[in-house]
């Protein structure tokens, strides 16, 4: 879990080599509530579905997946 958005670039970090990347993405004003939104969101994500070798970008309210192209 990371803020560092440089993560989320699946060129250069291949998802498919580490444990799972979830990048949390906050507006440019972010709260201290707007963190723990993201984190609340990655938090049930992770309990019903396993993030190993994916992308995940993590917003306030929602998880976007990374798939490649085939």
Known sequence: MTLDLDFGNPLVFDPATYSGIAV???P???TPGALLEAV???LGAVQSRS???RLWIVHRNQVQEYHPEP
């Open 24 to 26: 949390i993405r906050l």
């Open 28 to 30: 440019v004003r972010a």
């Open 51 to 53: 993030i190993v070798g």
């Open 40 to 42: 609340r969101t990655l």
